[in-house]
C-alpha cells in the first residue's frame, strides 16, 4: 500500500477501478508509480473541476489510477468528505460528537484525516499520509493543516479549567477571530503553549473542549453497485 488513496480504498473496503495498463505509468492525481498492468483510466475533467492546480502529475496528465478515480464517484466523495480512514478503516466527522471520540481515540496509523468545507470536493488523493498519531496532518478544505497532539493535549487540559474559552467555535477557521481566546482566559502555563498553537491544533482544541459527548461513528459503507453508476 504505497499511496493515500490505496490506503483509502482499502479502508473503505473498495477495490480500483479501470482496465490493466499497457505499460508502466505514474497518476496525474496522487502521484503514485505504477507497474505494467496497474488498474488506470484515461484523465478526464469537466469545466467545473476546480483542483488542477494540487495534481502531483499534471505535468503529464494522462492517466489516473484506479484507486483514484473510484475515490472520485459520487457516492464516495459525499460520504468521506468529513473522515479519518485508516487501512482498516473508515470513520466519518460530519458531527461533533464523532469528532471529538475519533480525536480521542486515533486511528492505527497509517491513516488520512479529511474535513471539507464545500459539497462533493476532492479531498483524499491532496492530502498526506499521517504516519504518526503524535503529527496529523488534516486537509481542511484548501488548507492543509498540522496537529501537534502532543501539544493539543497539553493545552486542552489546561483550558479546560475555563469555561468556553475560544472567541470563535467556527469548525471551519473561517470567522476573523478563529483560535482566538476570550478575554481572561490566561494562565503562565498558557502564557507558555498557547503562542506555538497553530491552526490545526486550534481546529482539534475545538472538537475536544465543545459541550459534545463523544461517540463513537459508524463505520462508512460503501454500496459497490453505485460505484458504478455515479463515477
Known sequence: MNTVSQLACSGLGISPIG???EAPFH???????FPKGTPQMKFEVGANFMDSIALAGRHDPRWECGWCKVLGAKSVLGSTAKAFISATEALPIFKGENRVWVLQNLPTTPFVAVCGDTKCSHQIWRTPITMSRELVHLRLG??????RMPLVDALAAELSKFEHPFRSYDWNLKDVNSGALR????SPELERLYPHAGPGEWWALLALLSSKTPERPESIHIDPRKLTKDK
Do not use: A, D, M, N
Open 19 to 21: 482496465s490493466p495498463s
Open 142 to 147: 484548501s488548507r492543509l493543516l498540522t496537529i
Open 183 to 186: 478575554f481572561g482566559v490566561t
Open 27 to 33: 497518476c496525474v492525481k496522487c502521484g503514485g508509480q
